[in-house]
């Protein structure tokens, strides 16, 4: 089983603030998401990362696939209320396997 | 485009009665799948299909049979329902890096 562990589990920040969620393997995947999820809906899609190194950018969230490809993180400049939710990541491990591993997700709280 | 749409939102069950959770997408992908979500555990893979007429088994299998009869649908059922199964079921079809687009799940309780 391809593990991907993502940290911290929790996060109660004021708004305005910056935070950073990481998402790590010891497996290398060929291709890696970021999703949101709100209460009571499926998980969105915010953003596929294919090549090592590679950064994306979405208005104030920037993620980062490590060099190697087993990790990645996820930033958020001036976190806003409307950024609460849980944020998972998933990854296609190397090989072409058809199955994504998701990570335990991480529980975001923006206080106003 | 809808996307990913389930059926039915809402479901009760009692034990060993018996159901059938439907999904469809209209993006043309080849690749659908079946998750349960629970508190703690995360997404877990129960079926997914490569393909019409192909099914597969994912991480928790057990109890729960599927069928891919046509490119669009994907069908998820429970023969003898347990209140195990209690929980969220998310259908999802994936694109080119496999990533996954989701429907809005079906909150099923197993009393």
């Known amino acids: 089983t391809q593990l991907l562990e993502q940290s911290p589990q929790f996060l109660s920040i004021q708004e305005g603030e910056n935070l950073t969620v990481y998402c790590n393997s010891s497996?290398?995947?060929?291709?890696l998401q970021w999703y949101r999820q709100e209460p009571g809906e499926g998980p969105v899609l915010l953003v596929t990362?294919?090549?090592?190194?590679e950064v994306k950018k979405l208005k104030r969230l920037t993620f980062q696939f490590g060099d190697a490809r087993k990790d990645s993180s996820l930033h958020i400049t001036a976190a806003q209320p409307g950024d609460t939710g849980l944020y998972l990541c998933?990854?296609?491990?190397?090989?072409?396997?058809?199955?994504?591993?998701f990570g335990t997700g991480t529980k975001l709280q923006v206080i106003p | 485009n809808a996307g990913v749409t389930q059926t039915p939102k809402f479901r009760v069950l009692k034990t060993g009665q018996s159901m059938t959770l439907l999904c469809a997408q209209d993006?043309?992908?080849?690749?659908m799948y079946w998750y349960r979500q629970d508190p703690g555990m995360g997404l877990r893979l129960i079926h997914y299909?490569?393909?019409?007429?192909?099914?597969a088994k994912g991480e928790v299998p057990d109890g729960y049979n599927v069928s891919r009869l046509k490119k669009q649908n994907f069908l998820l059922g429970l023969e003898s329902a347990a209140p195990s199964q209690t929980s969220v079921y998310f259908c999802?079809?994936?694109?080119?890096?496999?990533?996954?687009?989701f429907g809005p799940g079906t909150r099923l309780t197993v009393l």
């Open positions: 497996s290398v995947f060929s291709s």
């Open positions: 998933a990854g296609t491990p190397s090989g072409g396997y058809q199955k994504v591993t």
């Open positions: 999802a079809s994936s694109g080119y890096y496999n990533e996954q687009f």
């Open positions: 993006m043309n992908h080849e690749y």
């Open positions: 299909s490569v393909g019409e007429g192909t099914t």
């Open positions: 990362v294919v090549t090592g190194g």
